[in-house]
């Protein structure tokens, strides 16, 4: 029980060096969510159960087939079977092994064949190979490595010495699982606003770096729309922030549902929102942006007696050539956005290199 504690203690240990590296610079709310996610899989860590994993053994000898299914099935795994290369790739498709032991020497295709053809198939490729062999030939065995197979058993085998591989390889497949899981979830907290659940500053620089190399070198296009919500402090002031909070909610899922999947909606910060839309000339910009302006001037919510209106003012500017950088473009927004509001607010505003265009 001890040993098993210091496993999952030297578990998360691996999860720190390896993710708070390198994202707890990000700021507080981030190291939050770091601590929070960490104390989360602490709790969900469990000890090693064989009943948790299915192995699949291949092998075209029934008598050695049912050997190590004997023993794997007496010690509380999952097991299935087959007895060919091409039944083994069909079990993979259906079953979706943890773990194959796979036998070396078959007819028709071996197990090097097999090895090779399921790694070279990306969705199999995570499934650790250990392969049982009865040949002693070094080239065999450097092949089998070559081809990614993680260990091999030699035949004849001691019942004890299969069960510790295969364990020890489970134990390493579900460590690297749990961690893939948790980059993957705090590359997600990294990128995401924690209030509204759209893209943050960071993200929605990096997704206009790309754009902006994209354009460059593809001479094709993408806007950007800069949009602030009109009176926002007043709602604040008078409602509070909470009611201010669900106001960005509710702008940012009526933003979501007038944009396509392929553009990007973020906050920049307090109440002014960015969407980035990528492939999308002036003529096209213009529609969305207008889309946007009516879909948010048509919220209202009831707040006591009163019917809350909201409305927003937006800046549009779309790459060019000259652009040598994303802030050029977005420099541009940020003028129309500030001329929307000078001109009195719910309204966009084109923002150009020649002159700043009112769009009615």
Known sequence: MECAREKNYLKLDLYCYILKKEYI??????????????????????????????????????????LVVDILDHSGYATTFATSGQQAFERVRTAHPDLILLDLMMPEMNGLQVCEKLKSNQEYQEIPIIFLTASDEEGDLLEAFKLGAVDYVTKPFRAAELLARVKNHLELKRTRDELKAAYAQLELLVNIDPLTNVANRRALFKFGEQELYRAQRYHCSFSILLIDLDYFKHINDSYGHAMGDTVLKIVCNAINNSIRQIDLLGRFGGEEFVVILPKTKLKEAIIVAERIRKTISELSLLVGQKTLKITASIGLATYNQKDATLDEVLHRADKGLYLAKERGRNQVVIYDLNEPQEHD
């Open 25 to 66: 610079y990000q700021g507080r709310y981030l190291k939050s969510a770091y601590n929070d996610y960490m104390n989360s899989q602490l709790n969900k860590i469990k000890p090693f159960n064989p009943e948790d994993f299915l192995i699949l053994v291949v092998d075209d000898l029934s008598k050695n087939l049912q």
